[in-house]
């Protein structure tokens, strides 16, 4: 199909993936009553269009804890990416290297952190979650340490994971869902033969210290359910921080009064997220939560966001709304589904020329002039 906008690419990754791996990427938690309001809170930000304001040159470049980007971007975690297309995360580690933009590897990447950074020639920055094994959490956080990992994204909001009806209905679990998985896959013979067969090993490569080198799709949903730990509390963030020196992100922030704790506690950055939707339905989109806690917390912590983002004029509504980056996740797996690593650098063009248009409309000529001015109230 004919890709034109960034919203195509999610269409060609719904025709290519088995139903249990698209559905399982594109909802959310619940009644998705938060994944939709994700969406719909963003679009109706307003943006002030300025005309006469002479704006010919605009510069897109942002700076994330003393590292240069070409964009106000990051590809964040994405659970199980590379069953989205052979070795996916490697992929999608190489399109980010090429843009000049951070990467950021999950703890339940099929790619782990070594065959990421050995193909991209870049240590990507590492997601991890909390869970009852603190031994594995420490030789996680030392492996990444001792490989250059630019950042750690601790993500805080998945004590235990959300309510998945979706994901039932699909078969990415529920009844026979091993055999509904087998059947779909069949199905898709383009996606079995690249994927199934081509993009083995289909090992959850950060976790075989703990579930053995064979462990893969089978015992991913089993392993979640069984592993994190909902007994999560501030103390953690100081475990965290002692073992940790480098730029640290608390993932998943709501609230002003977490804002705060966690730079009470030293943390690097923020990310203002529901987790895409995909933990407590009902809970505040990110578009909504983030203009009070810029005003609580912008001069203590950097603030990233996600959720919601489909195009480069959302980018540029989230940095007026008080981020200094934005963070894709659906976004950029659909491209990768789509057209591999070539479709999230056809994807991230796009971005681009969006914001550089919106930006231009906007009479704003660098990424540090984007503020709540330019928002319609």
């Known amino acids: 199909m004919i890709i034109s906008s960034p919203l195509d690419f999610r269409e060609a990754a719904r025709r290519r993936l088995p139903p249990f791996l698209f559905h399982y990427l594109d909802g959310g938690a619940g009644f998705e009553t938060t994944l939709r309001n994700n969406l719909s809170d963003l679009t109706a930000v307003s943006l002030r269009q300025r005309v006469m304001t002479g704006v010919a040159d605009v510069a897109m470049e942002a700076e994330f804890f003393g590292r240069r980007s070409s964009l106000p971007i990051i590809l964040g975690p994405v659970g199980i990416g590379g069953m989205y297309a052979r070795r ?9 290297r090429s843009r000049g933009i951070p990467f950021c590897l999950s703890t339940v990447s099929l790619c782990g952190f070594d065959e990421v950074k050995t193909s991209s020639g870049v ?45 039932k209905h699909s078969g990415m679990s529920g009844p026979n869902a091993s055999l509904r998985r ?23 490569g950060n976790l075989a210290p703990v579930i053995g080198k064979g462990g893969g799709m089978k015992d991913y949903m089993g392993w979640l359910a069984a592993n994190f730990d909902p007994s999560i509390a501030w103390k953690d963030l100081e475990w965290v921080r002692e073992r940790w020196p480098g730029p640290l992100i608390l993932k ?11 730079a009470a506690l030293g943390a690097n950055g923020i990310v203002v997220s529901n987790h895409g939707g995909r933990q407590l339905d009902g809970a505040r989109s990110s578009a909504s939560a983030l203009p009070d806690i810029a005003d609580a917390v912008s001069d203590q912590l950097t603030i990233l966001t996600d959720s919601g983002v489909r195009s480069g004029l959302d980018v540029i509504r989230l940095l007026a709304l008080g981020a200094k980056g934005v963070l894709l996740g659906r976004a950029w797996v659909y491209a990768l589904a789509a057209r591999g690593r070539v479709g999230i650098e056809e994807l991230l063009d796009l971005f681009e020329h969006e ?4 930006m231009t409309l906007s009479g704003v000529a660098r990424i540090d002039q984007i503020d709540s001015s330019m928002i319609v109230r």
Do not use: C, N
Request: no cysteine; hydrophobic share 50%.
């Open 252 to 262: 998943g922030i709501l609230e002003p009064e977490d804002a705060r704790a966690a």
């Open 88 to 96: 996916g995360e490697v992929q999608a580690a190489d399109a980010a």
């Open 355 to 358: 914001m550089r248009v919106a």
């Open 182 to 204: 087998v059947l779909q896959s069949f199905a898709h013979p383009r996606w079995a033969w690249d994927v199934g067969v081509r993009g083995r090993p289909h090992v959850l």
């Open 123 to 167: 240590a990507p920055w590492l997601q991890l979650y909390v869970i009852k094994d603190r031994g594995f959490m420490r030789d996680l956080l030392d492996h990444a340490r001792e490989g250059g990992a630019g950042a750690l994204l601790f993500t805080v909001d998945m004590p235990v994971p959300g309510i998945r009806y979706r994901d």
